[in-house]
């Protein structure tokens, strides 16, 4: 069965030259890439020299026509995240695998950036892959997979997870819970709570994440 090809909107590198970092954006469940390609304007002036791309997910949502999914959602449990990532990794793993390729970089200048379903999406196929990214920031989502890279304690990448204290989606003991797990995995991960925040990203976590990229991504900047 052949793999679909995704494709999405697209930041060439604020500095016009070619890429030396390159940022992927995986907008949550009902929307498309054009969800998140504005945060690539926002974080263009801290990384100049990054390419950012907001892949449109596989599939038509089903619970949204004009917008598109990573896999479905109906009963909003463990087990569904866990099949429905399990399904979808391929498909973002090929993507991964042809943005760099596109740009000529390595994983070591990549950062997964994901919204809600697409948090789980970054987290899944960033902390399997063999050679994981240089990032991995997470905005509303949780972990949805234990399928990890063999040794990827030693090799994680830098995660970045921030969650609003009010999100009604996916509540705040959802954001605890992963911490914890990659905790007990010896994985590192920040962490940060934005306080009054829903569902969404508010100017303090937009803050916080581009400085989180800039600093993974040109830690000698």
């Known amino acids: ?5 995704l494709e999405g909107p697209r930041l060439a590198p604020a500095s016009g030259g070619p890429a030396k970092q390159l940022v992927i954006l995986l907008h949550g469940y009902g929307a498309d890439g054009n969800d998140l390609i504005g945060l690539g304007a926002q974080w263009a002036p801290l990384l ?7 892949p449109n997910a596989p599939h038509a ?13 109906e009963a909003r449990d463990v087990e569904e995240y866990a099949r429905g990532v399990a399904e979808a990794k391929p ?8 943005e760099l390729e596109r740009n000529g970089l390595t994983p070591n200048e990549l950062a997964l950036v994901g919204f809600s379903q697409g948090t789980m999406m970054a987290l899944a196929v960033g902390l399997s892959r063999e050679k994981p990214p240089a990032a991995i920031l997470g905005y509303s989502g949780t972990i949805a997979a234990m399928d990890f890279a063999e040794d990827i304690a030693t090799k994680a990448p830098r995660i970045l997870l921030v969650h609003g204290d009010m999100d009604p989606v996916i509540p705040l003991e959802a954001h605890v819970m ?20 829903g569902h969404g990203i508010d100017q303090q976590g937009l803050m916080l994440g581009g400085g989180f990229l800039k600093q993974s991504l040109t830690p000698n900047a």
């Open 91 to 98: 498909i973002l793993n090929a993507f991964v695998d042809a």
């Open 48 to 54: 100049p020299d990054a390419a950012f791309v907001s």
């Open 178 to 197: 992963t911490r914890n797990t990659l905790g007990q995995l010896e994985i590192a991960v920040e962490c940060h709570v934005c306080q009054g925040l």
């Open 1 to 5: 069965m052949s793999i679909p090809a």
């Open 61 to 73: 949502c089903g619970m949204s026509p004009m917008g598109r999914e990573w896999f479905p959602l």
